[in-house]
Each structure stands twice: as C-alpha cells, then as structure tokens.
C-alpha cells in the first residue's frame, strides 16, 4: 500500500506541468469514456477520497490529487491529530533522532556514511549525478566487479567493497548533520501547524 503512494509522490516530483493527478487501482477500469477527470475537480480541495457504498471505508485505492504546495501542511496536519504519537499498539515508527533505523535517506549527507549506518536510501538511477533534490553519487569505486561470492565472509565482509576516498565518515560527523536536518523540519512541522490551527475556516 505504501509503495503505490511513494511512487505518486515521486512521480509528481517529477512532473511539474500535472496539476491534478486521479489514482486509481490496478483493478478499476473506465466504462465511460465520455467523462473526464475534470468532472470530478473540486477547485476548494487539493485531494479528494470518496467513502464506499457497502461499508463505512473510505477508499485508500483511489484520490483524485492537486499537486499543490500544502501537501505537507496536510502531513503535518495528520501527524498532529496523532498526537505525535510513535507507538500504536503493537506497532511502533522508529524516531528520525534515534538513528535506530536501519535505513535513511543517503542524499541527506551527499553520500557519505558512517559505522551506524546499515542501508541508504535513495539510489535511484534518474538522480545519479543529477544536481537536484536527492541527487546522489555512488560512494564505491567505479569499474570494480562485485563478486557475490565473496558476501559470505563476516569475518572480512569488507573485502569486496571498494570505497572511494571519504565517504566514511565518524557517527558525531554524521549525527550532526542528521541532527541540523531533523531539528530544521521540526521547526518548519511547528510553524505549518501553527499556520494550520490558527486558519479561521476551522474556527
């Protein structure tokens, strides 16, 4: 479910001319082609959802989306009605300031990396050496050959990993720069809320 709304994102982060976006499930199909996506715009609303007639569900598999620049006033807005929680239940999201996770977005540090790390996220071939958001550079050797074989040694698992000269760098390195980032959106995810609470039309 979340992979479907990643690749919108992206795709609309790619796609600067699309003013609205209708996704729709893998298993829909148009009966009637003399309707347009444009019927169903309601200009007072970046996104709309439509509740399903058998059940009390609001349809996660299909929207209708402005590609607008208050979809992270709409973010902040949700994790605000959560009460900013990270546990629910039996399910808990790994804070960004406990770097507990095993991944993170590798741009967010030009590629550079550290002992904490495990998986970087983000190598996608369209932002290779492409200046711009979430550009990154591959930090390995070009032109040497990665032999699998070679992946079952823990005692020297390094052996077939050729890095190019610093791009390893000290966890306090790293977690600063990490650090500067999470406390720069915590301070923009306060002002969009306050921005939010203080619009009159919720009055």
């Known amino acids: 479910m979340f992979k479907r709304h990643c690749i919108t994102i992206n795709y609309l982060n790619g796609n600067s001319d699309i003013e609205y976006l209708l996704f729709v499930d893998a298993d829909m199909g148009i009966i009637n082609p003399r309707h347009r996506i444009e019927d169903y715009i309601d200009p007072k609303y970046d996104m709309l959802f439509y509740e399903r007639i058998y059940d009390y569900e609001i349809v996660a598999g299909s929207f209708l989306i402005n590609d607008w620049e208050g979809v992270f006033d709409y973010v902040a807005c949700a994790r605000s009605l959560l009460n900013d929680r990270l546990i629910f239940g039996k399910i808990k999201v790994l804070s960004k300031k406990s770097r507990s996770s095993w991944a993170r977005d590798g741009w967010l540090t030009n590629s550079t990396w550290s002992p904490k790390d495990f998986i970087l996220h983000g190598w996608k071939s369209i932002f290779?050496?492409?200046?711009?958001?979430?550009?990154?550079?591959?930090?390995?050797?070009?032109?040497?050959?990665?032999?699998?074989?070679?992946?079952?040694?823990?005692?020297?698992?390094?052996?077939?990993?050729?890095?190019?000269?610093?791009?390893?760098?000290?966890?306090?390195?790293?977690?600063?720069?990490?650090?500067?980032?999470?406390?720069?959106?915590?301070?923009?995810?306060?002002?969009?809320?306050?921005?939010?609470?203080?619009?009159?039309?919720?009055?």
Request: net charge positive; with cysteine.
């Open 128 to 203: 290779l050496d492409q200046p711009g958001f979430a550009m990154w550079t591959t930090p390995f050797v070009p032109h040497v050959k990665f032999r699998l074989s070679q992946c079952d040694s823990y005692a020297n698992p390094f052996k077939d990993w050729k890095y190019k000269p610093d791009v390893k760098r000290s966890d306090k390195d790293i977690e600063k720069k990490l650090n500067n980032i999470s406390m720069r959106v915590r301070k923009e995810y306060n002002i969009r809320l306050k921005r939010i609470w203080n619009n009159p039309l919720l009055s």
